[in-house]
Each structure stands twice: as structure tokens, then as C-alpha cells.
């Protein structure tokens, strides 16, 4: 897995991706020493997960997932080359906005799966009820929020 981004939601992203047991989450952010930080923390709370830093070049990798800013604008450039991305890859967001955000744009034209951001909020949703002791199920979140795509 490649994850771009290692600001607040990006840390608890690849806490969560990695407590899956990927068979390795690289991590890159622009500004690199994060991206280097984060992945160091993760090693060492979960030593057995391959994790390190790397460089956005998503080519080959099975999932992305963007956990930077960029994204809710549609001139905003995408967080990776778009190009080298694999059509069988799943590309993921966090940004959360009507429509596609241009990677989920460009990686749908070149045939990759793709999954919007609002999935994030909602599954948030689903365990801050399940944490206040007054549980939703995620289907009627996606009731009452409108579907995520
Ligand atoms: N779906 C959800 O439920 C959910 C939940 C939380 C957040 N989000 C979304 O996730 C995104 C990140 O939120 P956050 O709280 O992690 O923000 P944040 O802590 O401010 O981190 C921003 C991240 O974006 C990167 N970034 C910003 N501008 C960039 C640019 N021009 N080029 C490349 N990288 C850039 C930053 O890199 P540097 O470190 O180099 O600045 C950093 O990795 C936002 O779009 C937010 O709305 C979604």
C-alpha cells in the first residue's frame, strides 16, 4: 500500500492500514521528515508490518490512498503522477467533497477502482455513536448522509 500524506488524519490512516497487516505500507509526504517520523513510530508500535518512507510513484502498488489536502479543489494537482498509476489498482481518499477529486478522476479514466473520502466520515460516524453508547449502523448513516459516490 502506498499512502500520501502523513499530516493528522495521515497518521491515524496508517495506524489503522497497518494494524491490518498490509504486506507493506510505504509513506510519502512533501515535506519528507514526516513521512520518515511516521513510519519509524509505526515500526516500532508494530515491529512484524513492513513500513517505510518512500517517494509518490504509484506504480505496481495494489491500493493508494490520499491523506493529503489536495483534492477539494478541482485545479488542485493530484498527489501523485497520475499516469503511473496501475488500472488495477484501488485509489482511495480522504477528501471529502461532491464528486471526484482529480486523482479519483484520473484513476477512474485509467480503470482503477476507485473509493471516495465520505467512506472515512462515515465509518467515523459509526464508531463515535458505537462509542457514545448510541450505535448507528453504517446504512442508515449512508441513509441519512446520501450515498458516497
Ligand atoms: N474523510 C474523512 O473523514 C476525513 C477526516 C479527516 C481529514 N480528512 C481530510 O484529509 C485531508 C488531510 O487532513 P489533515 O487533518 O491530515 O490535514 P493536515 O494535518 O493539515 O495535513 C495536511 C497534509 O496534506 C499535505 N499537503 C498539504 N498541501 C499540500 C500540497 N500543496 N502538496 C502536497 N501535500 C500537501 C501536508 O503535507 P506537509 O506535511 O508537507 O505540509 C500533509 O501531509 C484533508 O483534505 C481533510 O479534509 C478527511
Redesign the pocket.
Known sequence: MLQ????????SMAYAIARESPAELVIY???AG?AEELAASLSKALPSVPIRSGDNNPSGFEVVVN??????RDT??T?VPAQQLSAGTLVC????RDGDTPLLKAARELGCTVHH?????Y??IVEISRFLGVPLAPEFVERILGPAD
Not at 481518499?93 to 471529502?96: L, S, T
Not at 473520502?117 to 466520515?121: D, P
Open positions: 500520501l500524506g502523513a499530516g493528522g488524519a495521515g497518521k509526504n512533501r515535506s514526516k491523506a493529503t489536502a489536495l483534492g477539494l488542485d494537482p498527489p481518499e480522504a477528501v471529502v473520502g465520505q467512506w472515512m466520515l465509518g467515523q
